[in-house]
């Protein structure tokens, strides 16, 4: 059983240049929300060669050495990760060796707080050819190559979920959830599906309307909702599932009118200058400035 997730970080997550590969934060949020066959959460650390102190050693060269490793970490953004970094965050001047060293990960779970997990219960994730087999063939980890095992962080999440828990549907709805974003369509439930790895989802889109003689109600968001079919191993299956569920003219234009119903009953908040007694919904401002209609109630007061 998986309990830990073990991160490289150069020319892993970040590149040679110290810029964050392409879905890495997407992927850290989604395995962030895993939990473990036996109910609780993953895990999950960071582990670094960065640079050895040099003799002598002492409990303040280390620390320096740690803080200009977080001073990199603070600039790629990925530190709210890896938070707290002192119990998250191991460098091997922490052990005194270098990965592979079994050493080394057994600190990292020291400083994680996880003393009791065994080696055979993580997974390293590096780009490291030699590290990946040496884990896995000396200290019988699990580990995934990163431009190996798969070269895009939007896979990560599907392969890792298939690790931790096979059979776990929790986990199969947060990969899916995520995935169904990238096409814009946000998940309101899912069920189980036929096996594990897959669910019936129920969704919404979002699409833009204008209502005809209310100005204020230019270019509204307005939900409309979507089912189907996902599995979390088939990446087509979300987009086939995305192209399929694209609102049709007629039901935008339905969705239109019943908005339009509702502002002329007076049943919409947050309108300039209009009082909404008891309005079933409410217009509200999201973080990219988009104006979306959002139910608040079912009946009006």
């Known amino acids: 059983m998986l309990r830990v997730v073990i991160f490289d970080l150069g020319q892993t997550l970040i590149d040679g240049a110290n810029q964050v590969f392409p879905h890495v934060r997407e992927a850290l949020t989604v395995i962030s929300g895993f939990i473990t066959r036996s109910g609780t959460p993953l895990r999950s650390c960071l582990v670094s060669d960065f640079t050895m102190v040099s003799p002598p050693v002492t409990a303040a060269r280390v620390a320096a050495l740690f803080n200009q490793y977080l001073t990199i970490l603070d600039g790629t953004g990925l530190r709210p990760f890896f938070e707290p970094v002192k119990k998250r965050v191991t460098l091997s ?9 079994r ?29 990946v087999q040496k884990a896995r063939t000396q200290l019988h980890m699990q580990a995934l190559q990163f431009q190996a095992d798969f070269d895009d962080w939007a896979e990560a999440p599907t392969l890792i979920a298939q690790l931790v828990t096979p059979h776990q549907f929790t986990n199969t709805v947060a990969v899916i959830k995520a995935r169904l974003a990238e096409h814009g369509v946000d998940l309101v439930s899912a069920e189980p599906g036929e096996d594990a790895d897959s669910a019936r989802v129920h969704g919404q889109v979002w699409r833009a ?18 089912e189907g079919n996902v599995s979390r191993r088939k990446k087509n299956d979300v987009k086939k599932m995305a192209k399929l569920v694209q609102p049709s003219d007629e039901q935008v234009a339905e ?21 909404a007694r008891g309005a079933t919904h409410q217009i509200e401002t999201d973080e990219k400035g988009n104006r979306k209609l959002v139910r608040k109630r079912f009946s009006a007061i």
């Open 255 to 275: 969705a239109a009118s019943f908005v339009k119903s509702l502002a002329t009953h007076g049943q919409i908040a947050g309108r300039p200058g209009k009082r």
């Open 209 to 226: 309307v204008s209502i005809p003689g209310f100005e204020d109600l230019k270019d509204l968001q307005i939900a409309i909702s979507v």
């Open 103 to 131: 050493q080394i990960f057994e600190k990292a779970l020291q400083r994680l707080g996880a003393s009791t997990v065994r080696l055979e219960e993580c997974l390293l994730i590096t780009e490291n050819a030699i590290h």
């Open 93 to 101: 001047t922490h052990a005194g060796v270098r990965k592979p060293a």
